[in-house]
């Protein structure tokens, strides 16, 4: 197990053979709005539903996939992640693909730190860019947002891939995305794009922003960069 984890790791930074199997689509988004380190606010909650209904559920109003060719996975990193992709994913009937690392308390090798964030997001790009099982398909990735950009963050580890925007490949786009994905950002989704088969270097991106129906709530839609207006009393740690 080991050995094949080393092996795709060492294809996605390019130490040996091109990637096996890659996905057509990569769906990449940011955990809800959460109330402390284990669960998402009133308002993060209302974001999973809603994103399941509008976007990412079977029957949506507005689905990135139709009934008949499903997402063929919903990966998730963080206690965060897994609780706002659980509505999207229950409505499939299907399990998350999750690379855990949750909050302990102490500094054991199991915890969040960014340490283990970092390898937990390696193993998970290695799986997305060298599994046969989603080659050709569409992956959701629901992730921690230091770890999809941040320009500190991969400043701190030179001459090592630890960010999404990295280990996917994005900064190799003619017009790659920010480098950073800001605090306030909640409501985008980054869509990329593979179109040349078994090749690991995508060839479209785009940030779409999360719009929803009145019918799911007052839930914040702020444009990108800009800060985040929660409801009073939500609950919500800023």
């Known amino acids: 197990m080991r050995t094949r984890l080393a092996l795709a790791i060492s294809l996605i930074f390019g130490l040996s053979s091109p990637a096996l199997a890659v996905p057509a689509k990569i769906?990449?988004?940011r955990h809800g709005e959460k109330q402390n380190g284990y669960a998402l606010c009133s308002v993060g909650v209302a974001r999973s539903l809603a994103l399941a209904g509008q976007y990412l559920?079977?029957?949506s109003q507005d689905p990135f996939f139709p009934p008949s060719e499903p997402p063929a996975a919903f990966f998730s990193i963080t206690l965060h992640t897994l609780e706002l992709a659980s509505p999207a994913a229950q409505s499939w009937?299907?399990?998350?693909t999750l690379f855990s690392a949750v909050p302990t308390g102490n500094n054991s090798t199991y915890n969040d730190s960014t340490a283990v964030l970092n390898v937990r997001t390696q193993q998970a790009a290695a799986d997305i860019l060298t599994n046969p099982l989603y080659n050709g398909k569409v992956v959701v990735v629901v992730w921690e947002h230091?770890?999809?950009?941040?320009?500190?963050?991969?400043a701190a580890y030179p001459g090592v891939k630890v960010t999404l925007r990295q280990l996917l490949n994005l900064d190799q786009l003619s017009t790659p995305p920010p480098d950073t994905w800001k605090g306030d950002n909640y409501d985008y989704f980054w869509i990329v794009t593979y179109g040349n088969v078994g090749s690991p270097i995508p060839t479209g991106f785009t940030s779409t922003k999360q719009t929803f129906a009145k019918s799911f709530g007052a839930i914040?839609?702020?444009?990108?960069?800009?800060?985040?207006?929660l409801p009073p009393k939500s609950g919500c740690k800023s």
Request: cysteine-free.
């Open 27 to 29: 769906i990449i988004l």
């Open 146 to 154: 230091k770890h999809i950009a941040n320009k500190k963050l991969e």
């Open 220 to 229: 914040p839609q702020n444009d990108w960069g800009k800060p985040e207006k």
């Open 93 to 96: 009937d299907m399990p998350q």
């Open 57 to 59: 559920g079977q029957n």
